[in-house]
Nanobody
């Protein structure tokens, strides 16, 4: 199990940009596929973007394609979510998630995640 720490949330006007970061709270020898989710009050948590441990495979929710970019550097444990052209409907608490992967799973995009960060608030004003 890994503890994840998100940062970079805040308040921005519609059309603006924010970059979220997520990293384990302590150095780990394990390897993880990572993802970002978001949740608004009264709604279920929804998938935003995912990236394999190798960084070679990425997927996005249709609602953010072309506006958000998930990335990681050199298959490292820090993952970023660059959010451009933000809309008021992007307002949510954003959660980082991790799924430990093993030999042969470097390109895996998981269907589920095991470890979660505490969340960071993103508010987009109109």
């Amino acid at each position: 199990q890994v503890q994840l720490v998100e940062s970079g949330g805040g308040l921005v006007q519609a059309g603006g940009s924010l970059r979220l970061s997520c990293a384990p709270s302590a150095r780990t020898a394990s390897t993880y596929a990572m993802g970002w989710f978001r949740q608004t009050p009264g709604k279920e948590r929804e998938f935003v973007a995912g990236i394999s441990w190798s960084g070679s495979r990425i997927n996005y929710a249709d609602s953010v394609k072309g506006r958000f970019t998930i990335s990681r550097v050199n298959a490292g444990d820090t993952v970023y979510l660059q959010m451009n052209s933000l809309k008021p409907e992007d307002t949510a608490v954003y959660y980082c998630a991790a799924k430990e992967v093993y030999w042969g799973e470097a390109n895996l995009l998981p269907n589920s995640y095991d470890d979660w960060g505490q969340g960071t608030q993103v508010t987009v004003s109109s």
